[in-house]
């Protein structure tokens, strides 16, 4: 008796759970703008090494305030100069066999005028900077270029969607539900080392090629079929 009551639950539970799936059509729409940035994030650090842990950490922060007061000269708005991190510990030579005091410290600057990207970076390389971290180009209107990138997505759902139908020959109804998936997803520009590029009406070098960065968003959209 007890088989039979159980087995009859278990039909039920699945009877239950058949009938709660939505009947549809699924997909996956993907929206891309490629845009052209407009500012340039650069994280520098400065590494100090010796024998006391005293000498090197003033001698990093002897370099950093020289290069903060070089950006403020160069009015660099210091909401968009930021320390990174700040590091002080001991690195084993093997050769001495003895110990080294490094002292490290990153900073992020982020230019909102491209033009002034080589002035910057030749500027903090001869003040002491002796690390390039990342160069990497973003954009200032990104959130403008992700909702573009999400309507793109939808559309492009809704016409996977419509295909699939005509193909099964079904009437495409309204979406059941809809998931964004990596809404805040972009691709920047991203550049670890400068690269030499010269011109060929001018013998001026120009050490990056700003290009152009994607703005991606996806969504899984699932659409109601009218006429099942």
């Known amino acids: 008796m007890k088989q039979i009551i159980l087995a009859t639950l ?3 539970g699945v009877t239950t759970f058949a009938q ?4 549809g ?3 996956t729409g993907e929206g891309i703008v490629k845009v052209v940035p407009d500012q340039v994030l650069i994280q520098v650090n400065v590494n100090k090494e010796g024998k006391s842990a005293k000498e090197v950490k003033e001698a990093t922060d002897n370099t950093v305030d020289t290069v903060l007061k070089y950006l403020k000269k160069q009015k660099i708005d210091k909401n968009n100069v930021q320390t990174e991190y700040v590091t002080l ?3 084993y030579q093997y ?3 003895s110990f080294n005091f490094v002292s490290r410290q990153s900073i992020s600057i982020l230019l909102t005028d491209l033009s002034k990207y080589d002035e910057i970076m030749q500027g903090v ?3 002491g900077i002796n690390g390039i971290n990342s160069v990497n180009f973003i954009s200032s209107e990104i959130d403008k270029y992700e909702s573009e990138a999400r309507l793109k997505a939808i559309k492009n759902a809704k016409q996977k969607a419509q295909q699939y139908a005509t193909a099964l020959e079904v009437k495409l109804g309204s979406p059941i539900s809809m998931q964004d998936v990596n809404s805040s997803n972009f691709n920047g520009v991203q ?3 400068a690269m030499e590029m010269t ?3 001018s013998s001026q070098k120009e050490t990056l090629a700003v290009g152009e960065m994607e703005v991606k968003a996806n969504v899984n959209v699932n659409f109601s079929i009218l006429n099942l």
Do not use: D, H, M, W
């Open 10 to 12: 278990l039909f039920v």
């Open 20 to 23: 709660e799936q939505p009947v």
């Open 25 to 27: 059509i699924q997909v």
């Open 89 to 91: 510990g001991k690195s």
């Open 95 to 97: 050769q001495t066999k």
């Open 125 to 127: 390389l001869e003040l």
């Open 191 to 193: 550049v670890y080392r």
């Open 199 to 201: 011109t060929v009406n």
